[in-house]
């Protein structure tokens, strides 16, 4: 199975930007397509689809979240954070089946 | 509009087979693949398995022995069975449909607590 490795936390302050990583312990790219998409979670809701394939914002999504990156490492960027977006992040993969989840990112304030 | 909703009881005592239903609404089970994926309390997202448009399933490793995955496709229905439950398998129950563009609805999902 393809591991994806994420920080458990980061700390930023309102009107920052904030970057999140996540590793995949394989290229989850093919060709042009890079197979990774991000979620975030607020307590007590089910997961939103932010960002598909690397670098597409999902519908309804602020232009303030942004994704990068290809192969095995890439980036959510929230820019700049409000306090709306305090939240857990997870990055998926579905390069390959059993499609599998960071373990996801708390973004807490300063 | 696309809705999924997941409904079963919240609480199993162990041993006991959990019995979960996804009702689906604004899309067809025949076009689109639906999914489940549990978390446990205070912790991240497993995938559990998946019911495939053309109605093929496939499921994670660690799960496989104990958990069965059905549709019917006439009430619009996902059904995810799963037998000899035990305590870590507390906690809430997703059902998403998934595209080329990642899991794009999920359902609310349902907490079930395994508890004698």
């Known amino acids: 199975d393809i591991v994806l490795t994420q920080s458990p936390a980061l700390a930023v302050s309102l009107g920052q930007r904030a970057t999140i990583s996540c590793r995949a312990s394989?290229?989850?790219?093919?060709?042009?397509?890079?197979?990774m998409h991000w979620y975030q979670q607020k307590p007590g809701q089910q997961p939103k689809l932010l960002i598909y394939?690397?670098?597409n914002l999902a519908s309804g999504i602020p232009a303030r979240f942004s994704g990068s990156g290809s192969g095995t490492d890439f980036t959510l960027t929230i820019n700049p954070v409000q306090a709306d977006d305090i939240a857990t992040y997870y990055c998926q993969q579905s390069r390959e089946s059993p499609p599998t989840f960071g373990g996801g990112t708390k973004l807490e304030l300063k | 509009q696309v809705q999924l909703t997941e409904s079963g009881p919240g609480l199993v005592h162990p041993s006991e087979t959990l019995s979960l239903t996804c009702t689906v609404s604004g899309f067809s089970l025949t076009g689109y693949s639906v999914y489940w994926v549990r978390q446990p309390s205070g912790k991240g997202l497993e995938w559990m398995g998946r019911?495939?448009?053309?109605?093929?399933?496939s499921y994670n490793s660690a799960l496989k022995s104990r958990l069965s995955i059905s549709r019917d496709t006439s009430k619009n229905q996902v059904f995810l069975k799963m037998n000899s439950l035990q305590t870590d398998d507390t906690g809430t129950y997703y059902c998403t449909r998934v595209t080329t563009e990642g899991f794009d609805y999920w359902g609310q999902g349902v907490m079930v607590t395994v508890s004698s």
């Open positions: 394989q290229s989850v790219s093919i060709s042009r397509y890079n197979l």
């Open positions: 394939r690397a670098s």
């Open positions: 019911m495939r448009y053309n109605g093929d399933t």
